[in-house]
């Protein structure tokens, strides 16, 4: 966009005044939650903090070292990059398959995108008490192993089995449930937005089916693609609420859970250990992480500039 | 609670400050007790959630009963499902931190960190009569730092009919009881239940049924040969697909066993009364079995504590409400222990009058205990308890070198022991 | 051929939508069945007598603080949404009609925290809102989410396509800066403030992390927590838990219906504006 068509002119004190009372309670809110937060993290990050947030016991760099050296971290690491790179295309592929089926729907289509849309509406908390509770839990009343007796399966518990690790299954299918309508209505939007015309003189050209998707539509979704891409990335790393449900049970925590992503370490970290040195440490590592990677991605595909 | 003893108005609070000054300066013999000036102190007790019907109930008449006996202290109890030990520790660091706390997993940390008050004072004379077990599970550097409100004794449970049914006699070696879970088993259905993870307890138990322990004087030992063994024998219930997984309620709750899903779960002597209600005479108790010959059986024997928050506001009057009810009010601590779950007593004169532990299989449970029992180290706290856990799930599912992983886990709980000592 | 493949079509979107709606309707059965036949390997379709009282324990059960748990998320969804949309579209304004020095470099600062992530910084949020008393209090639940630059930039680019020729008309009827946001460029952002809302609100009623870390204390619990307690409590009552969860999911999937227009609009614009 182009600069605001407002006149420069020299700058009068009730315009200072009027910037000033329209955005500081924003930039006062951001400076106190973000940046003290994040300095006064990053030295807690270096200090021994067992049960307290008062800096004062330096290490250096002590934190970092237990960190990067816990097994536990690292797995975690490894197990929310597998969980990465499986969800974000299987979501990928899912919303924007549906959004073609939706897009092509003529009747009653408000109802369509109304029914996978519902699913956002609820919380994780509340999704994974379904899944773990009704879906698949391992009694063979479980809708999954009920399902699975109908074709001659014996009941199997879903999250508990690692081998082959069943619980991926319960993971991904939640999140596609909560998730695909959201990315489902921004394709749809997109979709929209691509003219009629261009589709007739690639149908005057002889193009259909799969040639059309793929010389029209997917290039023309570029810019949603992009940012769906962008947008399940972040979700994705920051996956926690439906590991801890699913996996927590009440007095013996996720210590044995067979994933635990990297907010999940962390959580326990902080607020089981207390050690909140080192949950400032891990917190530092994943932002790095995660700001790395969106810096990469918006350098190449130019996504999240300031001025859109 | 709040709701039988409405806090005072501000007026009226101000008008007792009054008359409490003036009452005061008479000589009149009132104890200001909690140290907020002259005003009521509102003690702040917290409590994991007790599964057994009645307990939050009974915990709110103890708090009432208390402040009619000292009106100048009323007692707030909240009672908190879920993480627990997450809940309170987050808590503790915030002034809304309980005044008085429970905790399953007393560790020395604590103590060193001066979060808990010592409760030398609060035991008195009275010290003789708690056993010494549970003394030793609070002391740190020679002080008392906790009070014992209950034992728990943990065991096996099994349905005699089933296992009768099936020709098995209850298992006294873990080759018996592996034998036995595979035998009960079937495609639908699975003979024994050890926790939804499929660990539950039973590492630690199987280290400590080959000889092993956990933590022996600070250092931390659950690497050693024997316990490496033992807990790769566990995978062994894994591979034969015999445990329960996945119920909908964990192994301290007996559902999956009185529900008649599993033959055989590891459990705990509070769900005694849920179980005789639910199946009568047709159970029994177990010790976890040895490992191997040379191995010993052994139950766990666990608990809550009662600890004074060092940091709170009402120290004295926490500690007071901590003598008054866990030390002196004999009446509820048996109340307590046997009315809802079963649970030991830890004053020794009640143990000796909880009537209800001295029959049939509460019982025996008992006496096991008192032959096999064995305390988690008051260095075993949920960090140390996370390493060593994580490692044995590995184990169990076959991924990684036992003898490694729990090597691993023994490097990462020492650094974790040492700060606590520290 | 063609009515074939349509057909096909319609069958396909039929048997999908239904499966995303079975997870409703699994939740509302296990809502009102008792605990036995919930776990009897029998399927019920919908239990034979309506067990409405599981709802009624939900509320009588001391140890949940349900009915405190919903109002405490009614009022912190309730603050968050509205203040947090003004908070962004009066920055927003600022920063795309009020032409001040320096205001490049304070845009730049806020678009920066852009790139850090909300939830993984849950400790070192913690750690302020800690020290400054929050913890187990409804504002420290509150006031961490009431700053979001997202919303600021989105409003920015409304504010910038705002045609001069409506502010040049409140200028002459007296209007000043301030007047000229609350009266002209306010108002004109309706359909923005609603989407925005709708999103924050449901956001709000949703968040886990930040309430669990910050909320310990059964007095700051929002449905969430008291959900997720219930959930990984040690005694586990099955038809209560589902009861939980339809209160919790009931009134987002009304304000879904009545407001599905808004909620479309919030996303697309975040999903593609950005």
Redesign the interface.
């Known amino acids: 966009m182009t600069t605001a068509p407002t006149v420069r002119r020299r700058t009068d004190p009730r315009a200072w005044a009027a910037f000033a009372l329209l955005t500081a309670p924003m930039l006062i809110g951001l400076g106190v939650f973000k940046y003290v937060a994040i300095l006064w993290s990053f030295l807690l990050s270096l200090s021994d903090a ?4 008062a800096l004062g016991h330096w290490v250096g760099l002590d934190n970092y070292r ?1 960190l990067l050296g ?3 971290f690292r797995t975690s690491l490894g197990q929310i990059l597998l969980f990465t790179a499986g969800i974000v295309p299987v979501t990928f592929a899912v919303s924007l398959g549906l959004a073609l089926l939706v897009h092509r729907v003529r009747r009653g289509r408000a109802v369509v995108r109304t029914a996978f849309l519902v699913p956002t509406a609820v919380s994780y908390v509340a999704a994974s008490l379904l899944w773990k ?1 009704c879906l ?5 009343a ?1 809708v999954a192993n009920l399902v699975g007796g109908w074709f001659g399966m ?2 199997v ?7 082959p690790p069943l619980y991926w299954i319960v993971l991904v299918s939640l999140r596609l449930w909560l998730q695909v309508g959201f990315y489902l209505v921004l394709f749809l939007a997109g979709l929209q937005n691509i003219p009629r015309d261009v589709y007739e003189a690639a149908a005057l050209d002889g193009a259909t089916g799969l040639r059309l998707l793929r010389r029209i539509t997917l290039p023309l979704l570029r810019g949603t693609s992009v940012a769906v891409l962008m947008l399940q990335f972040i979700a994705a790393f920051q996956a926690f609420d439906e590991f801890y449900n699913l ?7 996720t ?4 994933v635990q992503p990297p907010l999940v370490y962390l ?2 970290t902080a ?5 909140y040195g080192l949950g400032s440490a891990g917190a530092f590592v994943l932002t790095a992480l995660i700001v790395g990677v969106t810096l990469v991605q918006g350098r190449v595909t130019g996504f999240g500039r300031a001025d859109g | 609670m709040s709701a039988h003893h409405p806090e005072p108005s501000r007026r009226a609070f101000l008008g007792g400050s009054l008359l409490f000054v003036a009452g005061a300066a008479v000589g009149c013999s009132t104890d200001p007790t909690g140290g907020s000036a002259g005003g009521r102190t509102t003690l702040d007790v917290w409590f ?4 057994e019907a009645g307990t ?1 109930q009974a915990a709110t008449r103890y708090a009432e009963s208390f402040t009619k006996a000292n009106p100048d202290i009323a007692v707030k109890v ?19 931190a309980p005044d008085v706390f429970e905790i ?1 997993d007393f560790n020395v ?1 604590l103590a060193r ?1 001066g ?1 808990i008050a010592a409760l030398d004072d609060v035991y008195g004379s009275d010290k003789a009569d708690f056993g010494a077990g549970d003394l030793d599970y609070v002391t740190v550097d020679g002080k008392l730092y906790g009070i014992k409100t209950l034992d728990d004794v943990m065991m096996l449970y099994y349905r005699k009919s089933v296992l009768a049914k099936a020709g098995i006699t209850p298992p006294t070696t873990f080759d018996g009881l592996a034998a036995a879970a595979k035998a009960l088993s079937s ?2 259905a699975k003979g024994l239940f050890v ?6 307890d039973s590492a630690l138990l199987a280290v400590r049924s080959n000889g092993g322990d956990l933590v022996t004087d600070g250092r931390v030992a659950f690497a050693s040969p024997q316990a490496v063994e033992a807990v790769a024998g566990l995978r062994r219930l894994h591979d034969d697909q015999s445990l ?7 192994w ?2 007996p ?1 999956a066993f009185t ?1 008649g ?1 599993v033959p055989m779960q590891w459990c705990g002597l509070w769900a005694m009364p849920a179980v005789t209600a639910a199946l009568g005479e047709d159970f029994g108790v177990l010790p976890w079995p040895a490992f191997k010959a040379g191995g010993s059986p052994v139950l766990r024997v666990g608990g809550w504590t009662s600890c004074v928050n060092a940091k709170g506001k009402h120290v004295d009057a926490a500690k007071k409400f901590v003598r008054w009810l866990w030390v002196e009010q004999t009446a509820l601590q048996k109340d307590w222990s046997e009315s809802y779950g079963f649970h030991i007593p830890p004053r020794t004169s009640v143990a000796a009058g909880a009537d209800k532990l001295t029959r049939g299989a509460a019982k025996e449970s008992v006496e096991l205990a008192a032959k096999y029992g064995r305390n988690n180290p008051n260095t075993w ?3 140390v ?3 060593f ?2 490692a ?2 590995k184990i169990v ?3 990684g070198d036992p003898a490694r992983l729990l090597a ?1 886990a023994a490097a ?1 709980a020492q ?2 022991v040492d ?1 606590q000592r520290a | 051929m063609n009515r074939l493949r349509s057909l096909t079509r319609g069958l396909t979107v039929g048997l999908l939508t239904a499966l995303f709606l079975a997870p409703f309707y699994l939740v509302l059965r296990g809502a009102l069945m008792d605990s036995r036949s919930l ?1 009897s390997p029998h399927w019920a379709w919908w239990p034979s007598t309506t067990h409405w009282e599981n709802f009624t324990a939900l509320f009588t059960d ?3 603080h349900f009915g405190q748990a919903l109002a405490n998320s009614l009022l912190i969804a309730g603050i968050t949404a509205p203040v947090s949309t003004l908070l962004a579209s009066a920055a927003g304004y600022a920063f795309a009609r009020i032409p001040v020095p320096g205001r490049g470099v304070l845009l730049t600062l806020v678009v920066a925290t852009l790139m850090i992530p909300g939830s993984v910084t849950f400790v070192p949020t913690f750690v302020v809102v ?1 020290s400054l ?1 929050g ?3 409804l504002w420290g639940i509150i006031a961490p989410g009431l700053f979001n630059p997202f919303a600021v930039l989105l409003f920015r680019n409304f504010y910038l396509r705002l045609p001069a020729e409506l502010e040049e008309a409140g200028r002459l009827d007296g209007l000043g800066r301030l007047g000229l946001y609350r009266r002209i460029a306010l108002p004109s952002s309706g359909s923005m403030l609603a989407s925005l809302g709708a999103l924050a609100f449901i956001d709000s009623w949703n968040a886990f992390l930040w309430p669990l ?1 910050i909320g ?3 007095s700051a619990w929002t449905a969430q927590i008291a959900l ?3 959930l ?5 009552n ?1 038809p209560g838990l589902f009861a939980g969860a339809v209160v919790t999911i009931a009134p987002l999937v009304a304000m879904f219906l009545i407001a599905q227009r808004y909620i479309v609009e919030g996303i697309t614009g975040s999903g593609l504006k950005g």
């Not at chain 2, 329960?244 to 964990?250: E, K, M, R, S």
């Open positions: 067992h049960g307290t947030i237990r816990d097994p536990a509770m698949f839990n391992g009694l063979p479980g014996s009941p518990p879903w999250l508990q089995t690692t081998d996996f927590n049970s009440g007095l013996s925590g210590a044995t859970a067979p959580y326990t607020m089981g250990a207390q050690d | 994991h959630a007790y599964g939050q909240t009672w908190v499902p879920g993480d627990y030990t997450g809940k309170l520790n987050a808590t503790l660091l915030t002034s809304a399953g940390g960190r979060q495609k639908a926790g939804n993870d499929g660990l539950g329960l997984l996945g119920f909908t309620t964990d301290w709750d559902s529900q899903v706290d949920s960090a308890a996370a390493a856990n994580a044995a799930a599912a076959g991924q691993d990462q650094a974790d700060k | 776990t001391p140890a949940l800690g008393g913890v187990n209090t870390v310990q204390d059964p997720s307690t219930f990984t409590a040690q005694t586990i099955l």
